[in-house]
């Protein structure tokens, strides 16, 4: 048959071609060659993305022992627009217990989407037009880029504060009053404020004295503040801050009393993700409780991100059981703290300066020390960035992945965030390739049989190659 | 008092058109939900207008509450934001069997996604600018203008096929005609043309010369056809004559019809022939075509199916009691569309004959009370005050004043009680056929 083809393959739209020159977040060669000690004991051992594995048997146990039953609704179009019935108040049981809201949250606060991911970049259309801005304090969790980026063209504008001093009211207002009034002389308009609280990857909790700052900035230039406390519940005690600053939630403030700040500015970011160990599950929620009109704005979207109703019958379900609820919160925070010390004490026997924290999944290291002049073939690096790469390439040659800190926007390099929430066993031998990698003397025991062979190299370039273009959570 | 904080340009724009909607008023698409009618709740609203399947939802809420068993990797990112590997190879095998692609689907040939409407909105953004256009053949399912233009600023052109044409080779003529007439006029481009094979609303399913034609069509003139194939095993015999069975785009031959793989958008998803929408899952399959595929896979974060949805749908499609379930499904469709036919026909009201999808568009111009400001919605009132819904024909793009679309996949007692309903609103006699 003649081929009466004359036509190459159609085209893609020019902002679909954009899509492909973005790095893909998370999207690679990575996630399919996960360390397995029976079948990939090669593969590689992720201390760079944000998952929490210390629940996770506790977890699947829960789940199946429940009875799973889908109400007609769960199969159709559920019970709301923007979450169904049980998700509201879920919700609310846990943002009363365990975030003080002050007011109760109700159905008319929540828009949920499959992904706090998916939440923000609606939230973010909705809050701001292209070309406007949002400020945000570096370093930040590198999907806020993609959040604000990809669909919306809303540029995230960081804001580099007096290192050390992240979590200080007086004088992260300045920074960011400086930065709203540059950004604007430049023509971007700024309209939010992103706070990421506890925060991603520095582990601090904001004051409530520094949120209630927060919102009197907010109210004097007009803008909107964005809380994204997906960590909410991953605070932890420990002897290396006892006077720790616990998680205080912008759902307990009063910002019109306190702040003389309209609540109709003030947005909290929720989510099955971190706090419960389930980055699977793909539930966000935005929670406004004074915003009618976004709200609306919302919903009239939310469809195209509507929560799976068999992910809403397992979170919803264990967070509205007055047993397990309690049992998980506690339990996971004792099981944070104790890999926190695991970690910390790791870092101490190697003088590896890092900063101390009460909350989230990882901890900030300082590498710089590490920082590399040379590459593997003897040729001399000269910036820092690109030393910090070559750090990077070291622990993956070692079968380890550690978070660059450049990838969250830090000023400085040679700054890696190290994720300390994995299985307890897989996390020392994370810690015995990230020794080697750095030719550290041994303080762990090793296990040969575990150790990566250098004749695997070659895979590993292309899977270095992929990996650098992760945005590590 | 503090000045109102910033909604955007396109969200401003938004809310004020669900606003102004004539149809918010009477929108009981959240209302039916909500008081849901059982036997426990009489007093609920019995929901005829959407196209959901509850024939099967005792078997599949057995067959969920036994079969889900998540594994910790289902907990995490998994080991891709694609669906993962066992889904992928389900929906191969399931393809394999049900949807028959020429070529056997691999797994860089598809794309999953929290349900088609997701799938849609990231669709249109990939392969249109804004501004630009999505052709359908009217009627059709009401949703899809809003799944292209909502966030990706994409619009669609309705083209109303005339009776004689549907179905067949004028429906494309006329589709070209309509393409040729932008072309020449300068206005914006159409990008893809839609293809719902089986139809919503008309219910039957197309030939494979009509197929072809699209094919050739989309070749032509350099486009995509985005095939909806979500009713594929929903069909079911019934009186209508001459049904053609369900065929794929993805079983057309390239060589011997002559078009490119490339341009075939196949849409499938767990929502209508595994009545599970609520679940959000999804897929798309476009084969040589690994830039679109990519495309699609950057929003991958977004687009990812939940764990538990990933599972459940793999469990559905390797199951030993596949054929056994598809079977039932489509004996009961059967059984429920001939007692609503039998019903109809006995009150003299004509419907149109289908025999795919859930639904059966029905002629109640006699009722119409055509001094209405909307004369289809008042008859919608009229149904939702004696607690039934059934929606109206122009949220397909019905052509003609006065067709409705009749949901008729429901259990027998919501079936009975809503057609009882439908007869009480319309004033007419109580029909023998209703007594169960």
Not at chain 1, 206 to 229: G, P, Q, V, W
Not at chain 2, 299 to 325: H, V
Not at chain 2, 369 to 392: I, M, Q, W
Request: some cysteine; aromatic content about 10%.
């Amino acid at each position: 048959m003649t081929n009466t083809l004359k036509q190459q393959q159609p085209l893609l739209s020019q902002r679909g071609e954009k899509a492909l020159a973005r790095p893909p977040l998370l999207r690679c060669a990575l996630f399919q060659n996960q360390y397995c000690p029976t079948k990939n004991p090669t593969g590689m051992i992720n201390l760079g993305v944000a998952e929490n594995s210390l629940m996770t048997s506790w977890l699947i146990d829960y789940f199946a022992q429940k009875r799973f039953a889908l109400e007609y609704n769960d199969f159709t179009y559920g019970t709301a627009l923007g979450g169904s019935l049980r998700l509201f108040e879920a919700l609310q049981t846990l943002t009363t217990k365990y975030f003080a809201a002050k007011v109760p949250v109700q159905r008319d606060h929540v828009i949920a989407g499959s992904g706090c991911g998916s939440v923000i970049d609606l939230l973010v259309s909705c809050l701001a037009d292209p070309g406007d801005g949002i400020l945000v304090a570096k370093p930040y969790y590198t999907g806020f880029g993609a959040s604000f980026e990809c669909r919306n063209s809303v540029v995230p504008v960081g804001v580099e504060l007096p290192f050390g001093k992240e979590a200080h009211a007086a004088a992260g207002v300045e920074a960011f009053e400086a930065a709203l009034i540059e950004s604007e002389t430049k023509g971007v308009k700024i309209r939010a404020i992103m706070l990421c609280n506890p925060h991603n990857p520095l582990g601090f909790c904001y004051s409530k004295e520094t949120l209630l700052a927060y919102c009197r900035f907010a109210e004097k230039y007009n803008i909107h503040l964005i809380s994204d406390e997906i960590y909410a519940l991953s605070t932890f005690t420990t002897p290396d801050l006892p006077d720790a600053q616990p998680f205080v939630s912008v759902l307990s403030l009063d910002p019109l009393a306190e702040a003389g700040c309209s609540p109709s500015r003030i947005h909290c970011i929720y989510g099955s993700s971190k706090d419960w160990s389930s980055n699977g599950l793909r539930i966000g929620a935005l929670i406004s409780q004074a915003n009618e009109e976004l709200h609306r704005a919302m919903e009239s979207s939310c469809l195209l991100m509507k929560i799976s109703s068999a992910a809403d019958i397992l979170w919803s379900g264990l967070l509205l059981d007055p047993v397990a609820l309690p049992t998980y919160v506690d339990r996971n925070r004792a099981l944070l703290a104790e890999s926190y010390q695991r970690a910390v004490s790791f870092l101490k026997t190697h003088n590896i300066p890092y900063r101390k924290s009460n909350a989230g999944h990882f901890i900030f290291i300082d590498l710089r020390r590490f920082l590399p002049s040379t590459d593997a073939e003897g040729k001399a690096i000269e910036s820092a960035v690109a030393q910090e790469e070559e750090l990077y390439n070291c622990f993956m040659r070692k079968g380890v992945i550690v978070a660059r800190g450049t990838a969250y926007c830090m000023p400085e390099a040679g700054w890696f965030r190290l994720t300390f929430t994995l299985r307890p066993d897989f996390f020392e031998l994370g810690l015995q390739r990230f020794e080697k990698a750095l030719n550290l003397a041994p303080t762990l025991s090793v296990d040969l049989k575990h150790t990566r062979s250098a004749s695997t190299k070659s895979n590993v370039s292309v899977i270095v190659k992929g990996v650098q273009e992760i945005g590590m959570h | 008092m503090s000045t109102q904080p910033h909604i955007s340009a396109r969200f401003t724009k938004h809310v004020e058109r669900a606003r102004k909607s004539k149809g918010a008023a009477l929108s009981p698409l959240w209302k039916p939900t909500r008081h849901h009618w059982s036997a426990n709740n009489p007093e609920g609203v019995i929901n005829l207008g959407l196209a959901e399947n509850s024939l099967m939802h005792e078997y599949l809420a057995e067959f969920y509450n036994t079969n889900l068993q998540l594994q910790p990797l289902d907990l995490t990112y998994g080991t891709s934001l694609n669906g993962s590997d066992r889904l992928l190879d389900a929906l191969i095998s399931f393809y394999s069997k049900y949807i028959k692609p020429l070529r056997p689907i691999q797994r860089e040939e598809i794309v999953t996604g929290n349900g088609t409407t997701h799938l849609l909105d990231q669709l249109a953004r990939a392969i249109c600018e804004p501004g630009e256009a999505i052709m359908i053949p009217a009627p059709f399912y009401t949703a899809f203008p809003g799944d292209f233009y909502l966030r990706s600023d994409v619009a669609t052109v309705k083209v109303t096929i005339e009776e004689k044409d549907i179905g067949g080779l004028g429906e494309v003529r006329t589709l070209e005609r309509e393409l040729e007439r932008r072309a020449a006029a300068g206005e914006p481009k159409v990008r893809a043309v839609v293809l719902t094979n089986p139809a919503n609303p008309l219910g039957f399913a197309y030939s494979r010369s009509t197929l072809e034609a699209y094919a050739k069509l989309v070749e032509k003139h350099d486009i995509y056809l985005i095939a909806d194939e979500v009713y594929a095993v929903t069909v079911f015999e019934s009186d209508f004559e001459d049904p053609n069975p369900f065929i794929s785009m993805l079983s057309l031959d390239p060589e011997e019809v002559g078009f490119s793989r490339s341009r075939i958008i196949q849409l499938y998803a767990i929502s209508k022939d595994f009545g599970s929408n609520g679940l959000r899952a999804a897929n798309l399959v476009v084969q040589d075509n690994p830039l679109l595929v990519e495309a699609m896979l950057v929003s991958g974060l977004c687009l990812k199916l939940s764990s538990p949805a990933d599972a459940l749908w793999s469990a559905l499609l390797n199951s030993p009691k596949l054929s056994t379930y598809i079977f039932e499904n489509q004996r009961k469709l059967s059984e429920a569309y001939k007692l609503t036919t039998s019903f109809l026909k006995g009150h003299n009201i004509p419907y149109r004959k289908s025999h795919a999808a859930l639904f059966v568009l029905i002629d109640l111009r006699a009722f119409l009370d055509r001094e209405a400001d909307n004369p289809e919605l008042e008859v919608v009132a009229r149904f939702v005050k004696e607690g039934v819904y059934v929606s109206n024909g122009a949220a397909y793009s019905v052509k003609e004043l006065g067709h409705f679309r009749l949901t008729f996949s429901a259990d027998r007692p919501r079936l009975l009680e809503g057609l009882r309903r439908i007869e009480k609103a319309l004033s007419l006699p109580p029909s023998i056929h209703l007594q169960a």
